[in-house]
């Protein structure tokens, strides 16, 4: 019996912690991606920031004065545009279209890794589904054989397939998230909705880190 058990629990742990590591992984991978989006959309900010920045308060008597020191033709002609070259604008502009399609770019990375951890989520299901069946027949054996005596191989497992069902809930509504940011970008995106965005994607209040860290702390 004891040579039965044990060779029971080194399969299920050699099945399950592999899967384990791989999935932390990505999930990791996942966090770096997000360090690349905070960065496109904080980008995306700025340069609209830039485009709607207030002219120059020409009421001013001192600022009065400097433009009529200075006054040339090209000084009217870059007030009229609202004190921003047409170069500058069409550059800002296409920074943004630059930001946005890195955002998009991004957005394609993660999902491809949340289809990597589906899998990984459907491996781990093999693994409790093996492991609850042949912890049916060990029992049953014991009841024929001896008294039954407690065993943690079951629960282990079952802990490492929760954990993971955990984290992935959390990253996917965390994704859900970004791409409704994304998905509602463009020049009208008002200063207060960028300034929000910003603080949801640093903050990603659908993930508990306290629970990923944890995670990487069972990974030897």
């Not at 399950?16 to 997000?34: C, D």
């Not at 980008?43 to 609209?48: A, N, S, T």
């Not at 890794?113 to 054996?141: F, I, P, Q, R, T």
């Not at 965005?197 to 990923?212: A, F, H, Q």
């Amino acid at each position: 019996m004891e040579g039965n058990e044990g060779k029971s629990t080194s399969h299920s742990n050699k099945d399950i912690r592999p899967t384990f590591s791989e999935f932390l992984a990505r999930i990791l991978k996942i966090e770096e991606l997000g360090a690349d989006g905070i960065k496109f959309l904080t980008g995306f900010r700025k340069g609209l920031e830039f485009l709607r920045r207030p002219p120059i308060n020409d009421t001013s008597e001192l600022v009065q004065n400097i433009i009529k020191v200075n006054e040339t033709k090209r000084l009217k002609s870059y007030m009229e545009a609202g004190f921003i070259t047409t170069h500058d604008r069409v550059q800002r502009i296409n920074d943004l279209k630059t930001c946005l399609h890195r955002l998009h770019e991004h957005l394609s990375k993660v999902k491809q890794v949340l289809v990597e951890l589906g899998c990984l989520m459907d491996d781990a299901g093999v693994v409790v589904k093996a492991d609850c069946e042949n912890s049916s027949y060990y029992h049953l054996e014991q009841e024929e054989t001896a008294p039954a005596v407690p065993s943690s191989r079951v629960i282990d497992v079952a802990d490492f397939a929760s954990l993971m069902a955990v984290i992935y809930s959390m990253v996917k509504q965390d994704f859900v998230m970004r791409e409704k940011v994304v998905s509602s970008l463009n020049l009208k995106t008002s200063a207060g909705e960028l300034e929000s965005y910003c603080l949801m994607w640093s903050l990603r209040p659908m993930v508990n880190d306290d629970v990923i860290h944890e995670a990487l702390r069972l990974v030897p």
